[in-house]
């Protein structure tokens, strides 16, 4: 950092979190991660509880409930997105990854034997996608929408065109859709796992959502076969999820816990809003905005802008496929020196 600035003068605004300002419902549920039930190896799959309440969560966000058995608790998304992987992806197979797209998956598919060519997943491009997937071999499709880097989501038209595909067995998709709670929820692929599709895996967990990225909690849900199998996989890295972050992860997606839910979705809309109107009234160049996440066009690969008399920092997109924006995200509490 030139000159031997402090970071701490700086507003840092790279970390994807949901931090809110206001008190979580978990503060009141400390007795109960006393139990010694919570100590012991638990259920691989994860807690029938937890997988319940998710099912319902599911069904109230994206209209479709699947099953327990179609569930699977793992230790965060980045787990979850591993196993539905190396489920979906075979020697050989065509891979459409976003342009934009979440690090760890590239890292991930680049552990697998398989050929890795991107989609334009800017905002509002859903032509590229679409005669990628007519004029080429395509076998998986890894779709984030909302999500992260761009926050954007994903034209309605194509998530209906890209649902066909696969209940017809055309293509398989791996949805990530740890974002889609700040979405109305059509674009999720949960609905075709209820249906029976035995090519689609859909990712998720309360790290966003429930702004407990702490808890560790994620959810790989697919087909019964898919899940069994996605089992014998996670048994040779771990044995069970968290005994205590279940606990509280069932409490969060509990129906006690509807209104903190709420909370935490109009604290993501409310932020992102007004962190995108400070940065256009400071003269920035809107890329895209949405999920927790808005993102600036910026003249080279810089880690800083400046927001009136303040110097704001970001994640550069060169990190993540998109060279020349900034990201920032409006959920961690140091957004809040900026509106000082």
């Known amino acids: 950092m030139a000159g031997g600035e402090s ?3 700086h507003i840092d605004l790279v970390l994807g979190e949901v931090q809110p300002n206001f008190v979580s419902p978990l503060n009141e549920l400390g007795h109960q991660f006393c139990g010694w039930d919570t100590l012991r190896y638990r259920d691989p799959q994860g807690w029938l509880q937890l997988r319940g309440e998710y099912g319902n969560w599911s069904l109230s966000h994206h209209g479709s409930r699947p099953s327990p058995s179609q569930i699977a608790v793992t230790n965060g998304a980045k787990e979850a997105f591993w196993l539905a992987c190396r489920l979906l992806v075979r020697p050989g197979d065509h891979v459409l990854l976003p342009k934009a797209h979440w690090p760890i998956a590239k890292c991930v598919l680049e552990l697998l034997p398989c050929h890795i060519d991107y989609y334009e997943n800017s905002a509002g491009n859903v032509s590229d996608l679409i005669e990628k997937l007519a004029d080429e071999i395509r076998d998986v499709v890894i779709l984030n929408s909302p999500g992260s880097p761009l926050g954007i989501s994903l034209h309605h038209d194509l998530i209906v065109e890209l649902k066909d595909l696969a209940r017809c067995g055309h293509i398989r998709v791996i949805s990530d859709e740890v974002y889609g709670f700040t979405s109305d929820g059509s674009s999720s692929f949960s609905s075709l796992v209820v249906d029976g599709c035995t090519n689609v895996l859909c990712v998720d967990s309360v790290s966003k959502s429930c702004a407990a990225a702490g808890l560790r909690i994620g959810f790989l849900v697919g087909h019964e076969d898919l899940i069994r199998k996605a089992l014998s996989v996670k048994a040779t890295l ?6 205590p972050s279940e606990i509280a992860a069932t409490y969060l997606l509990s129906a006690e816990s509807v209104d903190y839910r709420q909370s935490v ?6 932020r992102t809003k007004t962190l995108r109107a ?5 003269g ?3 890329h895209s905005a949405g999920s927790i996440y808005v993102c600036v066009d910026v003249p080279e690969e810089a880690a800083y802008l400046t927001v009136g008399e303040r110097r704001v920092r970001g994640a550069p997109g060169l990190a993540f496929g998109a060279p020349g924006i900034l990201r920032l995200c409006a959920t961690v509490s140091d957004f809040e020196r900026l509106c000082e």
């Open 7 to 9: 970071l701490a003068a």
């Open 278 to 282: 400070l940065l256009l009234a400071a």
């Open 284 to 286: 920035h160049h809107i």
């Open 265 to 270: 979705r109009k604290f993501c809309e409310d």
């Open 238 to 243: 771990n044995s069970c999820a968290s005994g």
